[in-house]
């Protein structure tokens, strides 16, 4: 029978892409277009400016995270060559490393050995890449997929805010902005943590803080320059 049980830990890659976008695209582009309407600019100048931001930022997440992403999978796939150039050198070594392993999670060495006979004679790089080298298929780094999650996810987010300033009258654009963003971060904050299966309250309050915290400096640093002469 196959097994068909689901964990949160299968979707930690893209949950942590997706999130980590989406709130950076919230944060960062609600806090630039605070940080221009403090200065004084026009209507048309913060939008283009938030429009700038959110094209900006969505190629610098996803180039930024496939470098990350990629240089991960390179070193899974230097360990392996080596691990795979061990086994063929030295199997009885490897052998022993991996019933090691088992021992010092608690099986006895007899039962250790037993195991590591039958998970080497059925997958001999698998049983050392998963429990030698902690790589699995799950956790494997997927370098195209979370450059395309932390771009769409960042878009997305920075569009919220943007729609906001949009719409949202010249006078009291900043409080609209502000205020409406703080609720998406928390919004997003207490759906990932409900997805990660992590309180929902302190996940939404982590978030809204440093949100919170990053536009009043924006802000706090628009009004300033807007001000000098």
Known sequence: MRHTERHRTERIG??????????DGIVSTASLVVGIAAASATHATVLMTGV???VAGAM???AGEYVSVHS???AE????ARE???LKADPAAEHRELAAIYVARGLTPELAQQVAVQLAGHDALGAHARDELGISETMAARPVQAALASAASFAVGAALPLAVAAFA???????WVSGMSLFFLALLGGVAARAGGAGVAAGAWRVTFWGALAMGITAGVGALFGAAP
């Open 14 to 23: 893209w949950l942590r892409a997706a999130v980590l976008g989406a709130n």
């Open 52 to 54: 700038a931001g959110l």
């Open 60 to 62: 610098s997440m996803a």
């Open 72 to 74: 991960q999978a390179d």
């Open 77 to 80: 796939k230097a360990d392996l």
């Open 84 to 86: 795979r150039a061990e």
């Open 169 to 175: 009258p010249g006078r009291g654009l900043i409080y």
